[in-house]
T-cell receptor, first 120, second 112 residues
Framework: AQKITQTQPGMFVQEKEAVTLDCTYD???????LFWYKQPSSGEMIFLIY??????QNATEGRYSLNFQKARKSANLVISASQLGDSAMYFC?????????????????FGQGTRLTINP | DGGITQSPKYLFRKEGQNVTLSCEQN?????MYWYRQDPGQGLRLIYY???????QKGDIAEGYSVSREKKESFPLTVTSAQKNPTAFYLC???????????FGPGTRLTVT
């Protein structure tokens, strides 16, 4: 079974509108972390936002917020006031298990991505 | 500037040849990772390393090898045993007490 599912292969949004990118996940581990990354056409991966499974509040970073619904196992990314520069691929990813200082490395599982296009 | 460098950006090889992709970081991060990305797909973990002289297989390690002789360097060798080596390869690093992985610019490998 897919651990991370992004059901929207592509989305088209008018500039300045808000957009929600969907992400559902599957894990039986009570401790996990959820990430969103942006990948422009140049290829590099840019970290946007992180939500830990025990975090009480939804994460926010500037125009980005993560709509975390634990019972539904969803972690949707909301971009407010979209800009032309937001056009890119967006990936949801998950780490299973706690982040351990001793363990160090964390294995991430990525979804297949959503291509977001912002129209002027 | 601190960051991760991967070279070259584009790499072309003939089938049957081994090729090594470089990844260097000056962030003093303990953990390093190699991912593979195929067109229209997400990233898949090849190998990762938590500390010098130690590394672990990821989800798709077959046909690849790595070494971690120095903290700042984590080269990936794509061997002739890898059946479909043409892909975009991304290297990342992470400090042990932080959740954020920092990515390099990637190397696009084409094998014909």
């Amino acid at each position: 079974a897919q651990k991370i599912t992004q059901t929207q292969p592509g989305m088209f949004v008018q500039e300045k509108e808000a957009v929600t990118l969907d992400c559902t996940y599957d894990t039986s581990d009570p401790s996990y972390g959820l990430f969103w990354y942006k990948q422009p056409s140049s290829g590099e991966m840019i970290f946007l936002i992180y939500q830990g499974s025990y975090d009480q509040q939804n994460a926010t970073e500037g125009r980005y917020s993560l709509n975390f619904q634990k019972a539904r196992k969803s972690a949707n990314l909301v971009i407010s006031a979209s800009q032309l520069g937001d056009s890119a691929m967006y990936f949801c990813a998950m780490r299973e298990g706690p982040l351990s200082i001793i363990q160090g490395a964390q294995k991430l599982v990525f979804g297949q991505g959503t291509r977001l296009t912002i129209n002027p | 500037d601190g960051g991760i460098t991967q070279s070259p950006k584009y790499l072309f090889r003939k089938e049957g040849q081994n090729v090594t992709l470089s990844c260097e970081q000056n962030l003093n991060h303990d953990a390093m990772y190699w991912y593979r990305q195929d067109p229209g797909q997400g990233l898949r973990l090849i190998y990762y390393s938590q500390i010098v002289n130690d590394f672990q297989k990821g989800d798709i390690a077959e046909g690849y090898s790595v070494s971690r002789e120095k903290k700042e360097s984590f080269p990936l060798t794509v061997t002739s045993a890898q059946k479909n080596p043409t892909a975009f390869y991304l290297c990342a690093s992470q400090q042990g007490d932080s959740y954020e992985q920092y990515f390099g610019p990637g190397t696009r490998l084409t094998v014909t």
